[in-house]
Each structure stands twice: as C-alpha cells, then as structure tokens.
C-alpha cells in the first residue's frame, strides 16, 4: 500500500502523538509500505528528508503566538502560509495514496488532506489523540464552537473512520462528531519500549541532588487539563509519612497554579520543577523514579504514563478499568487505579506503593508486561495495516 500519514506535530517536535506518527510511519515503510509524511515546519528542522525508509514533507507554517494565555500551546499552522493547500494537492497527486492515515481532528492538514480525501475518494483514518475540553467554562464554550462550527462540519464532509484509544475518546466522537461506533476502530496508544532498555543516560538524581530521597516523577506538559493540583495537595499527607520525598514536575509549565498552590500548603521545598527535556532524557527520568503519576484528573491515560509503565516504574492513572477497549486493567495487580482529582486517594496509593517496595517492583513488573502484551509499536501498527487493509478492500 502507498499510506500518507498527516500531522502537524513530528519530531523533533516533542509530544506523544508527535512521536506516535513517527513510530507509526517507520513500522509502516518497515513492513513493506511506501509511505510519505506530511508535517508542519518546525524550528530549524529540514524541509524534506528520507529517514527510517519513508519520505517526509515539513509544510511552511506560522507558529501560535504565545499570548500568556491557559490555552498556549506550542503549535503550527500550515493555512497561514499561501500555496499549501496546491502544496498538499501537488504531494499527494504525485504520491498517489491508497490510505491516509490523519493525526488531529483540529490541526489544519488534517482538513487539507481531509477536503484531498474527499476530491480523490481516497479512504482517511483519523486518530483522535486530544479533546478539546477545558475547566475553564470560556474556554470549554470557546472548545465546544470550534468542535461544532469548524470541526464537525469539515470532519462530516470528508467522513474518516475514528481511531478510538479509549473510552472517553469514544464518548467524545460520538458526542462532538455524531460519530457512531460503525465508524469505529478501537486501537490504543502505543508506546516504544526499547527506548527504555538500555542504562540511563543521565545521572537524574545527582543532577538534581536527590540522592535516595523517594520520588515521584510527573511527566509532561502543565497545562489545565493535566495541572497536577491533586498531587500537590496530596503531598502534606505524603510528607507527613515520608518526609523526604520529592516530586519532579518534568514539562513545561503553560499553567502554574501547581506553583502557588505548593507555596500555600508549604511544600514548595519538595517541588522540582526541571522545564522540558530532550526526549532522550525521558528514560532517565523515568529510570531515578520510584513512582511516576501523570494523568490524575480522570482525563485518560496517555503515552507518558505508558511510558513509564514500560519502563518499569509503578505507575498511577485515574481511569477506569474498561478504559481501554479489549485491554482489562485489574486495580492493584496490573494497574494502580485512584478517583480523578482526589488527593486523598492519591496520597493513599503513593503511600502504600513507599512502604511496600515489594509490592511496588511486583506491580511495576505487572504493568510492564501489560504494554509489552497490547501497547507496543509493533502491535498498534499491525492493528493500524489490518484496518488500511480493509478499507482499501472496501474502497476497490
């Protein structure tokens, strides 16, 4: 198959979906597949090269001006620039896809690809890897508009089959989208855990002057939807039982409420906040970790926190055991499940998981094999060639 993967977010870019449709695309030209990617420009990354035996394309892009807003993010359009829209039409005619396999419901090469689709009856599968939500009621009212009045329509039009990672990505689709479960296919995240088996590459706890402390490692960008205020109010619990513990908030910081909130409760001493960090640095980070909790607020469970289950590091999440379709997650013997935005339960998880550090390694090894049996690269992708598969079948 000719497959045509689409996202505006690509390494070196940092981000989860980012290298998703990295690994994606290599598991693809892998198998056989002639596959070219089309991204947006980013820093000084090249505008064309050949890398893990696929072509790929950075599209001229304007980056979102930071305005010292809660809703900042570090992202490109590729609209904003003349000519993409015949660049795109140019890339795929020469290109010729049998499949196109999107990134983003709301980036814009995902519509332009879209509106090539839909010209060319070309087949699309769309991975939804972020909802547009928000506790923030005007930004939650200014989400949903988009999703109703830009989204929606352009998704309506073109009509892609949905890549549903979870429950709630699920519910999402069908809610904002008016997708219906016929449009479904259900694969989860993948992760790549070779990229943890190897020693760290940095000394974290020296750098950072930890030594033997316990730590909690929180991975990923701080923004409103993954603020990590149960964390922060859990730690006078935590301290109050391990007094030496440390948190390290890994990211950058988009929303500081953490920050003010720590200083309130007068644990500010046992807050590191390290900004980003070159994703090699990931597994170090992971590897001086005695417990990684990254999505606590009931808003899913994302590539960071599989990431660290890969690597071997207890790990909490706030979902529920049918999160993942076709994967059972068992609270205590294959997870570590606490209630989404309840610092008590959190403080009560982390501290069974210090004072039991058997119990710890033994369901660090459970979550461990976990990925290893559903949410690696090499299963996700295979499960991604099966669905391109049959909607190529279909189409001819």
Known sequence: MRIAVVNNF??????????LAAGLAARYAAAGHEVLVLTAAYQDAPAEEERDGYRLVRLPAMPMPQLGLAIDFDMAFTLARPGNLRRVTRLLDDFRPDVIHQHG??????????????RRKVPALLSVHTRLESPDPKYMALFKGLDRFVVKPILRRYR?????????????CAKRYLATRDEFEYIPVAVEPIRFAGPPTRDVRADYGIGDDPLIVSLGHVIQ??????????????????????????GRV??????????????????????????GDVP??????????????????GTASLE?????????????????????LRNWENFVLVRPNDSADLANAVI??????????WIAKRQQELVFSHFTLDVVSRQHLDVFERMVGERA
């Not at 070196?12 to 290298?19: I, K, L, N, Q």
């Not at 500081?256 to 900004?275: C, H, N, P, Y």
């Open 10 to 19: 690509f390494p070196p870019r940092p981000g989860g979906s980012s290298h």
């Open 105 to 118: 419901q709301f980036f814009d090469l995902t519509w332009l690809s879209g509106w090539y689709a839909r």
């Open 160 to 172: 892609p089959r949905y890549v549903i990672m979870d429950e709630l990505s699920g519910a999402y």
């Open 225 to 250: 939807l993954r603020h990590r205020l149960p964390l922060i109010e859990a730690l006078p619990a935590i301290l109050a039982k391990h007094p030496r513990t440390r948190v390290m908030m890994v």
């Open 254 to 279: 988009y929303y500081d409420a953490f920050l003010k909130r720590a200083a309130e409760l007068g644990v500010s001493d046992a807050v590191i906040s390290t900004d980003a960090v070159p994703p």
């Open 284 to 301: 170090s980070f992971f590897a001086a970790a005695d417990i990684v909790a990254h999505d606590l607020q009931g808003g899913g469970f």
């Open 308 to 328: 660290a289950m890969a690597s071997g590091r207890a790990t909490i999440g706030t979902v529920t055991e049918t999160n993942f379709p076709a994967v059972r």
């Open 352 to 361: 069974r998981l210090l004072d039991e550090p058997e119990e710890r390694e």
